[in-house]
């Protein structure tokens, strides 16, 4: 093995079951982040992974293959021995609903191998209609015993869905077992959040409905739907990305002093965010579908699925009362990119404005924060031109973190809450109150749901949608 994958840093032996295997997100996002857990010596030292599904890629060394190549096309710079010990360790096991002797026979025979002190991780990448059949068949076959179960958004399609299946999981595992996944929590920049607005005096005092006029939450993507027709069909940009990752990122904004970057600590604040987050008013809430997605392969020719949505939002409690969270998000959009904006109130003096160049005033104060991989947070404001005169312009204070950090290596997303997995850390995972709470929200619409309005690919969404935030938005109007 590799000096580099040796350590594993202490934790005990695991056997990770990823159901799923041969899906577009194993590809992507979740070997990838096993190798470079590997890499950088942050997996166990002993394991074992096997992958699961209802058909088989071949035999082992054929699905090993496949990784390889997956691996080959997604990580720069690859490490040979790091990967070759990495896919020594993988095996497939096919498995369905119906029947899942046979992987848990596997199951047992790697944890029997790697000792009495072996932990299990089950990783259900599996579409939301197959999950409750899943969770079923781990509670018949012993597959959730002594596990930690990670479970793909969404967590139900609805209220009464997300108590169901809440419901399965309790029959088979413990609240504390279970890894509700939100990737978007993952992020370096997502928990620098809390480091920027707590650890900086400049900021908090700052952090409230006296100083902040409105919060723009803002993911467009570029992308259309990417062959996910299907998928789409049956959940729709509201339940894809608005109940789970636009809102999570509300929540981390708003919540109050946690006390401590603790796991009870942090979530507990983080739902009483929710708890006041009013339910969601179809009058200030704009659907959109991008012209063509009725084309896309396995998409109904009459469909209304919404591909983009457009919210106002408000907490209702001291600190943010009256403040509106405007919330974006939509596919075959201008731009890709994840931005946070706390656009600031002007002061309450007015002799600057005279001061404006050309009778345009600058833009208002906005702290702006983009959750890229290497975190960029600016902040815009209003200073004097370099000359003779007193004249008004607009300054940016940034801070690039790649750049002031070159020697760090910061996590992927998934990267990242792999490994709080395999450390049994839920800090940054969502809880079943979380997910209620916030059905509870969006459930106006899905009970009364906006028009859906068409929208031009490359463009960014309707108008009414333009039109929703004072100020409009910071990006696209």
Known sequence: MSSTSATGNGLAPHVLVLFGATGDLAGRKLFPGL?????????PQSFRVIGSGRTSPGTDEEFRAAIREALEDRVDELDGEVLDDLLARL?????????GSDLAAAVRAAEDELGDDVRRLVYLSVPPSAMLDMIAMLGREGLAERA????????????ESARTLDAALKEVVEEDQVFRIDHFLGKEAVQNILALRFANGLFEPAWDRRSIESVQIDVPEELDIQGRGSFYEGTGCLRDMISTHLCQLLGFVGLEDPGAFHERRLRDAKARVFQQLQPLDPERVVFGQYVGYRDEDDVDPESNVETFVAIEAYVDNDRWRGVPFYLRTGKAMALSCRTITLRFRN?????????????VNPGPNELVLQLTDDAHISLEMR??????DMELVEAVMAVDFAQDFPNDD??????RLILDVLRGDRTLFTRSDEVERLWEVCQPLLDDPPEVVPYDKGSWGPQ???????GGWRLGG
């Not at 857990?37 to 942050?42: K, V």
């Not at 910061?410 to 990267?415: D, I, K, M, V």
């Open 347 to 359: 002061p309450a003096c007015d002799w600057w404005q005279a001061l404006s160049m050309d009778g």
């Open 91 to 99: 095996s497939f096991q096919t498995s369905n609903a119906d029947d």
């Open 35 to 43: 190798y470079r857990l590997a890499a950088a010596g942050r997996l």
């Open 148 to 159: 930690r179960l990670v479970i793909e958004k969404p967590f139900g399609l609805d209220l």
């Open 383 to 388: 200073a004097k031109k370099p000359g003779p």
């Open 464 to 470: 009414a949608a333009l039109d929703l935030p004072r």
């Open 410 to 415: 910061p996590l992927e997303a998934y990267e």
